[in-house]
C-alpha cells in the first residue's frame, strides 16, 4: 500500500496535464487531418495531408512566416542589448535606484490589448500623437506609422513591453555576481569595458539563454497587438503566423486548416528555440 501513494499523491497533477496540453494536441492532430469547416455541414471525412498542402501554399503564408522570423529576431535583439545596457547602468547605486527600477520594469505588467492601444493612439497616431507632435515640433511632416511602417510598429510595441523582462532577469543575474572578482580586475588594471566584456558578459550568457527560450516561445505567438493596431495589414506586411491562422479559424471558419497551421508553428516554434539557445549559449560562453 506504501508504494501506491506517492503515485495517488502524483495523480491530480497528472490528469491537469493530460486535460491541459494532451487532450487539446490530440484534437489538433486529428482535425487537421478532416474537412471540417463550419459553414459547411457533414464535411468531416478524412484528407490526410490537403489541409497542410492548403496553409502551406496559402499567399499569406510566406509573407506570415517571414514577418515571424523578423519579429523574433528584432525584438530579441533590441530586448537583450538594451536589457544588458540598462541593467549595467541601474545595478551601481544612484539617488532614486528604486524608482527608477519600478518604471523600468513596469510596461511588463500591461496587458497586450492595452499597450497595443496605448501605442496606436497616444504615441503613432498620425493626427494627435506623441511621434506626430514631435515631427510637427521639428519641422516634419507626420508620419502614419501603422501605414508606412506596421512591421516596425509592431516591433516597437512587442519590444517595449518585453523589455522590462529582460532587465528584471539580468538585473537579479548582476546582484549575484562576484564583487570580490570584480575588485580584483581593477586592481590588476583592467577598466570598466574590461570587466564588462570578460566578467559581466560571461557572467551573464546563462541569464541571456533564459530570455531568449522564454522570449521565443511567447514572440512566436504574438497576436494581440496586430489585432488590436494593423489587423495584419497593409495587405499581408504586419501578418505573422499567429494572426494568419486565427484568419483561417474564425475569419475562413476553416479548423481544420487553422489546425494544421497550429501545428506547424509549433513544430517551427521548437525549431527556432534549439537553434536559438544553442547558437546563443555558444557564442557568449566563448
Same mark, same amino acid.
Given at each position: 500500500?506504501?508504494?501506491?501513494? /506517492?503515485?495517488?499523491?502524483?495523480?491530480?497533477?497528472?490528469?491537469?496535464?493530460? !486535460?491541459?496540453?494532451?487532450?487539446?494536441?490530440?484534437?489538433?492532430?486529428?482535425?487537421?487531418?478532416?474537412?471540417?469547416?463550419? %459553414?459547411?455541414e457533414s464535411q468531416n471525412n478524412f484528407v490526410?495531408?490537403?489541409?497542410?498542402?492548403?496553409?502551406?501554399?496559402?499567399?499569406?503564408?510566406?509573407?506570415?512566416?517571414?514577418?515571424?522570423?523578423?519579429?523574433?529576431?528584432?525584438?530579441?535583439?533590441?530586448?537583450?542589448?538594451? &536589457?544588458?545596457?540598462?541593467?549595467?547602468?541601474?545595478?551601481?547605486?544612484?539617488?532614486?535606484?528604486?524608482?527608477?527600477?519600478?518604471?523600468?520594469?513596469?510596461?511588463?505588467?500591461?496587458? /497586450?490589448?492595452?499597450?497595443?492601444?496605448?501605442?496606436?493612439?497616444?504615441?503613432?497616431?498620425?493626427?494627435y500623437g506623441i511621434f506626430a507632435w514631435i515631427?510637427?515640433?521639428? &519641422?516634419?511632416?507626420?508620419?502614419?506609422?501603422?501605414?508606412?511602417? /506596421?512591421? &516596425?510598429?509592431?516591433?516597437?510595441?512587442?519590444?517595449?513591453?518585453?523589455?522590462?523582462?529582460?532587465?528584471?532577469?539580468?538585473?537579479?543575474? %548582476?546582484?549575484?555576481?562576484?564583487?570580490?572578482?570584480?575588485?580584483?580586475?581593477?586592481?590588476?588594471? *583592467?577598466?570598466?569595458?574590461?570587466?564588462?566584456?570578460?566578467?559581466?558578459?560571461?557572467?551573464?550568457?546563462?541569464?541571456? *539563454?533564459?530570455?531568449?527560450?522564454?522570449?521565443?516561445?511567447?514572440?512566436?505567438?504574438?497576436?494581440?497587438?496586430?489585432?488590436?493596431?494593423?489587423?495584419?495589414?497593409?495587405?499581408?506586411?504586419?501578418?505573422?503566423?499567429?494572426?494568419?491562422?486565427?484568419?483561417?479559424?474564425?475569419?475562413?471558419y476553416d479548423v481544420g486548416v487553422a489546425s494544421?497551421?497550429?501545428?506547424?508553428?509549433?513544430?517551427?516554434?521548437?525549431? !527556432?528555440?534549439?537553434?536559438?539557445?544553442? *547558437?546563443?549559449?555558444?557564442?557568449?560562453?566563448?
Amino acid at each position: 500500500m506504501q508504494r501506491y501513494i /506517492p503515485r495517488l499523491l502524483l495523480a491530480p497533477s497528472v490528469i491537469l496535464l493530460l !486535460v491541459w496540453m494532451v487532450v487539446p494536441l490530440s484534437m489538433t492532430i486529428y482535425f487537421s487531418s478532416i474537412r471540417y469547416n463550419l %459553414l459547411y455541414e457533414s464535411q468531416n471525412n478524412f484528407v490526410g495531408w490537403m489541409n497542410f498542402e492548403f496553409f502551406l501554399t496559402d499567399p499569406g503564408f510566406i509573407p506570415a512566416v517571414s514577418n515571424t522570423l523578423i519579429l523574433l529576431g528584432a525584438v530579441l535583439i533590441i530586448t537583450v542589448v538594451l &536589457g544588458i545596457a540598462l541593467s549595467a547602468l541601474i545595478d551601481r547605486p544612484f539617488f532614486g535606484r528604486t524608482i527608477v527600477r519600478v518604471l523600468l520594469i513596469s510596461p511588463f505588467f500591461i496587458m /497586450p490589448t492595452v499597450n497595443a492601444l496605448i501605442w496606436k493612439n497616444m504615441m503613432m497616431n498620425p493626427v494627435y500623437g506623441i511621434f506626430a507632435w514631435i515631427s510637427t515640433s521639428l &519641422g516634419f511632416e507626420p508620419i502614419d506609422w501603422l501605414s508606412s511602417f /506596421p512591421l &516596425g510598429s509592431i516591433i516597437m510595441m512587442v519590444s517595449w513591453q518585453w523589455l522590462p523582462f529582460a532587465i528584471l532577469v539580468f538585473v537579479t543575474a %548582476l546582484q549575484s555576481q562576484d564583487t570580490e572578482q570584480k575588485e580584483a580586475a581593477k586592481m590588476d588594471g *583592467a577598466t570598466g569595458w574590461h570587466i564588462f566584456r570578460y566578467l559581466t558578459i560571461p557572467h551573464l550568457a546563462r541569464p541571456v *539563454a533564459v530570455v531568449v527560450m522564454i522570449e521565443t516561445i511567447f514572440l512566436l505567438t504574438v497576436f494581440a497587438e496586430i489585432f488590436v493596431s494593423t489587423g495584419g495589414g497593409p495587405g499581408y506586411d504586419s501578418t505573422n503566423l499567429a494572426y494568419l491562422i486565427y484568419n483561417q479559424a474564425l475569419l475562413q471558419y476553416d479548423v481544420g486548416v487553422a489546425s494544421a497551421g497550429g501545428l506547424f508553428a509549433v513544430l517551427l516554434a521548437n525549431i !527556432v528555440a534549439f537553434f536559438l539557445i544553442r *547558437a546563443v549559449g555558444k557564442n557568449l560562453t566563448v
